[in-house]
C-alpha cells in the first residue's frame, strides 16, 4: 500500500467582501505580486505559496480567513513603511518568544476585508 503525504500548502484563501478593494491592498500596500483576477478571485505570489482572495460564493464561508503570518527581513523597516500607507495595526513589533540564539518578532495588522495577519521576523541575539 503507498503511503501519501501533504508535501507543501500550496495556496490559502482570504475571504473578501470588495475584491478591487483587496486587489489594491495586497498588491499596492503589501507589495504581493498579483498573478492574476476574474470578477470575484485573485490570485497573488507570495515566494511559492499562492493566496486567493476570493468573494464567498456561500455566506458559511463569508467569515474572517486564519491568520497569516508574512515573514520580513527587517519588522521595524517594514512596519513603518506600512505604517505611512497607513495600514492599520492591531499592536507594534514585539518579542513573542526566543529559540536559542533568535527571538521572533510581530506585529499583527488588519487588511481592509477586517482580516487580521501579522508580519514576523526572526532575530539573531
Known amino acids: 500500500m503507498e503511503i501519501y503525504q501533504i508535501e507543501k500548502v500550496g495556496q490559502i484563501g482570504i475571504p ?3 475584491i478591487e478593494r483587496a486587489i489594491a491592498f ?3 500596500t503589501l ?3 498579483l498573478l492574476f483576477h476574474t470578477d470575484g ?5 507570495c515566494n511559492g505559496l499562492r493566496l486567493m482572495l476570493s468573494l464567498p460564493e456561500q455566506e458559511e464561508f463569508a467569515y474572517a480567513s486564519s491568520v497569516i503570518y508574512f515573514q520580513v527581513n527587517n519588522l521595524h523597516e517594514y512596519y513603518e513603511e506600512l505604517l505611512e500607507k ?3 495595526f492591531v499592536d507594534e513589533p514585539h518579542v513573542v518568544g526566543k529559540m536559542g540564539n533568535v527571538e ?3 506585529a499583527f495588522f488588519r487588511d481592509t476585508e477586517g482580516n487580521t495577519h501579522a508580519i514576523m521576523s526572526e532575530v539573531g541575539v
Not at 478571485?41 to 505570489?45: I, S
Open 31 to 33: 507589495g504581493l505580486t
Open 104 to 106: 521572533i518578532w510581530m
Open 16 to 18: 473578501v467582501k470588495n
Open 41 to 45: 478571485l485573485a490570485f497573488f505570489e
Open 86 to 88: 497607513e495600514v492599520t
Open 26 to 28: 495586497y498588491k499596492d
